[in-house]
């Protein structure tokens, strides 16, 4: 299958591209893509026809300071997504499929069980919104052009020497620095980024909008004990009261130096809250058959 890939040198990009190949193209603004293009401000030209589309370049894990900031979302994310169909429009063909990867995000939670996907998206912030307008532009404009869409909303996605709130945890064992609130019984949803890659076939025959989970949602307890058991590293818990004076202290430095505090209000909610979603719909319809994030992070830390 002659298959468009944008995003392939991301995180999850490079597991994609590893099972695309060989009949691949990559197109983005690194030097390394075989089309290169910066999508938020060019609509690029495809000189042939692709049988599948992935789009998976997209702005996330920052959070926004300014309103240039804010923008930025959108100009990456849903300025993006419209140039990249324009492109395909002018190209030599249409392609069969278009497969974006979204985020649980979109949905708005901080704290919920079993999200699935018939639940009303309600995020307000910049990424989350920017990228509800992209799905909903790309779901009109396959309903248009008959081409089929598939849309993966993600939560943590986990593999070989993880970014975001994974790698900052793995960090702060290896230094001595981390603590479970409380017993750290929070539950969050994760998924192996090679499981996503493995979907990618089934999701071109079906369409549709897919939450997709390792469906074990571990708790933060469960992974510190484990990433500290293969580091040899203690993991010790911090009493919820305790943990809660400090985070009254950190978000009162953000308000005085209105600069950004790693531990505050916020952070203390998300780390005694669970927030998990269910990939029920994905089991049912793509034979989803997730591994557990837990058993395979030996192999990935």
Known sequence: MNTLLSGSSGFLGQYLLQKLQPNCTTIGRSSSNA???????????????FDLVVHNAGKA??????????????KVNVAGTK????????????????IFISTVAVYGREVGENIAENTSLMAQD??????IEAEEMIREWGRVHGVKTGILRLPLIVGNNPPGNLGAMIKAIQKGYY???????ARRSMV???DVAEIIPKLVQTGGTFNLTDGCHPSYSEISQHIGKMLHKPVRNLSNSIALTLAGIGSGIQVMTQKSFPFNKRAYSKMTSS???????AKE?????PRSVLAHLDELV
Do not use: M
């Open 61 to 74: 894990h920052v959070v926004p300071k300014t309103q240039a900031e804010r923008e930025d979302f959108f």
């Open 83 to 98: 140039h990249l169909l324009k492109s395909l429009e002018q190209s030599p063909g249409l392609p069969g499929s278009f």
């Open 35 to 49: 089309i290169f293009c910066d999508l938020s401000t060019e609509i690029p030209v495809l000189n042939q026809q």
């Open 192 to 194: 192996l980024a090679e």
């Open 179 to 185: 603590f479970n609130i409380g017993q750290g019984q």
């Open 285 to 289: 319809v793509l034979g989803w058959q």
């Open 275 to 281: 927030l998990t979603f269910s990939d029920e719909k």
């Open 126 to 131: 910049p990424y989350g919104r920017s990228k």
